[in-house]
């Protein structure tokens, strides 16, 4: 079963050079995934993937109560803070 994944309005508003198609590529071909425990938005998701155009995004999303996804951030490159949340201070630079 597929599940939905929605991309927020506002991702391409900030960042118009992400299109919708390429941060919904990303996360479904995610090469790292992690739970943010802490997030308000819980369950909630930190991930890195590459769009359509082989560039590394940082993806924040959320399970909807629909079951879908949604993507409310993305932006390249990863920030250093996404990193260390992902792979812990130890591999952040890698």
Known sequence: MDVPV????????????????GAIHAWVYAVECAERVDS?????YAALG?????RLLELLAALQED??????????????????????PERREQ
Do not use: C, Q
Request: glycine letters at 6%; proline letters at 12%.
């Open 50 to 54: 590459d769009d359509r155009n082989g």
């Open 40 to 44: 308000p938005y819980w369950p909630a």
């Open 6 to 21: 929605v991309v927020h309005p506002r991702v391409s508003a900030r960042h118009p050079e992400i299109e919708e198609e």
């Open 67 to 88: 079951g879908s996804i949604l993507i409310y951030h993305a932006m390249t490159p990863p920030s250093k803070k996404t990193m260390t949340e992902i792979f812990g």
